[in-house]
């Protein structure tokens, strides 16, 4: 059970690591990434809220992905909700602001796409199961049978448009996220020697049933 609560303490830490790296792109103020063009984009549209939208959006991508048959993890769950009231409280406490020039707005993008490689490390680690949206990759190249990297491009190209048709933040900043995020992530898989591939995510019913075992 230790080991359990060791593990669950991982993926929230993942989560909210993950929320603050998405608050501090954003406060860059230079563009924002692919997926949060398209929240703040329906946030502004809707007047709901970056965390809210960011919660309304995974709800969705799990029922579609949970109908094509993919398996989900409480890691899923949990980051369908967390990221997104993380994301609204550290917005409420005001603790990372916003940057008034370019020359400060790059070097704070990067800072946060750096703590979003982090929080990818723990959360992954954790082995509770990918995101919704990396799930949704993951069935997209299933079903289309193209690369995943084709399936991810062609995704956050489609909510990027869209969340910028709406008024979310395209610029440098999302050309930067697009090319940067891949060589953070692999810099800090390196630093801590993590071999991604060797992670077997339990699926939500294997997290319920050694639950029930350690009772």
């Known amino acids: 059970m230790k080991q359990f609560y060791l593990r669950l303490f991982t993926l929230v830490l993942g989560l909210a690591l993950y929320a603050l790296g998405i608050v501090v792109t954003i406060q860059a103020h230079i563009g924002y990434e692919p997926w949060d063009v398209f929240h703040v984009g329906l946030a502004r549209t809707t007047g709901l809220s970056i965390g809210t939208i960011s919660i309304i ?16 993890g409480l890691g899923t769950l949990l980051n369908m909700i967390l990221i997104g009231l993380f994301i609204d409280l550290f917005m409420a406490l005001g603790v990372i ?17 750096l703590i979003i490689a982090l929080a990818s490390y723990f959360y992954i680690k954790s082995a509770f199961g990918a995101g919704p949206r990396d799930n949704l990759m993951v069935v997209l190249a299933r079903r289309t049978k193209l690369p995943i990297g084709v399936c991810r491009g062609v995704v956050e190209l ?13 610029g440098i900043g999302t050309v930067i996220s697009v090319v ?4 953070f992530i692999q810099l800090v898989f390196r630093l801590f020697k993590f071999d991604v591939m060797a992670v077997r995510h339990e699926t939500l019913s294997e997290t319920l049933a050694a639950l029930r075992n350690q009772k």
């Open 97 to 113: 602001p916003q940057a008034k020039r370019l020359l400060t707005g790059i070097p704070m993008l990067l800072a946060g796409l």
């Open 57 to 72: 959006v995974g709800v969705a991508i799990v029922i579609i992905i949970a109908l094509l048959g993919e398996r989900l």
């Open 158 to 170: 489609l909510v990027t448009l869209v969340g910028w048709m709406l008024g979310g933040m395209v």
């Open 180 to 183: 940067a995020i891949g060589f």
